[in-house]
C-alpha cells in the first residue's frame, strides 16, 4: 500500500468529466468544425479552453443560485453559447442542439482505461461525477471498457461538485465510513471538497496545475492513473 494511513480505504470514487474522459480530445476537434462551418476562424482548441472555463461559472452559478439543478449537460449548453456570443460566432438554436449530441462520443484517456482496470482488483470503482444519472449510465457502458460498482450522480442531491451533499451522499450510498473512499480527480478543487467531507484525495495531476491554497492537500499526487495504480498497489 502506498502508505499506513491509507490501509483503511476501499472505495475510489473518480471523477469522469476530465479526469477519466478527455474533454479536450474529444471536444475542441468538434468544436472547432461548428465554428468554421458557422464562418468563424477562431480554432477550436482556444475556444475550448474558453468554454471550459465558462462551464465551471454556469456550475457554479447554478449552485448559488439555487433556483433548481440545471444538469450537466445543460450548462455545457450554456456555456458553449456564452462562448459563441462572446465570440461573434452567429448560430442557430437547431444547429446548437445538434451540435451538443458530440458528448455522447467523449472517449476515455487511454491510461484511465488501464489504471482502472488495474485498479479494480483490489478497490471499489465508483463513479461520483456532475453528470446526469441516465448519462452517466449510458457514457460509461458504451464508452468505457471497465465495469464500476456504482455510479453516483449529483442529480442525487441536486447540487454541482464540490458542494458537500455529494460527497456524504457516496458516504450514504457505499455505507463506509468517509475515511474509506479515496476521491480521485484532476481537479483540486474536488480533491478539496472530498477532504473536507472526509475523504482521501488522490490527485491526477494531468494539466500541470497546483493545489488548492488550504490545509487539506491531496495524499497522493501522480501525472496519470498508471502512476496512481503503481503507487496503490504496491
Known sequence: MAGHSLERVKFLTFDIFGTVMDLTGSLAGPAGDFLAANGSDV??????????????????????????????????????????????????????????????????????????????????????????QWYLERLLENNIPVDFDAIISVDQVGAFKPSP?????????????????????????DILGAQACGFRGGYVNRYNLPTEDSDYQPDIIVENFVELSERLLT
Open 43 to 132: 480554432a477550436g482548441q482556444p475556444f475550448y479552453a474558453e468554454w471550459r472555463e465558462r462551464q465551471r461559472i454556469e456550475q457554479y452559478q447554478d449552485n448559488l443560485l439555487m433556483l433548481g439543478h440545471s444538469g450537466y449537460l445543460e450548462t455545457c449548453r450554456r456555456a458553449f453559447v456564452y462562448c459563441l456570443k462572446k465570440n461573434n460566432v452567429e448560430y442557430k438554436d437547431d444547429s446548437v442542439r445538434e451540435f451538443m449530441q458530440v458528448y455522447m462520443d467523449l472517449q476515455p484517456y487511454p491510461d484511465a482505461t488501464e489504471g482502472l482496470r488495474s485498479l479494480g482488483a483490489r478497490y471499489k470503482l465508483v463513479a461520483l461525477s456532475n453528470g446526469e
Open 165 to 189: 451533499g455529494i460527497y456524504r451522499k457516496a458516504v450514504q450510498r457505499l455505507k463506509c465510513e468517509p475515511g474509506e473512499i479515496m476521491m480521485v480527480a484532476a481537479h483540486a478543487f
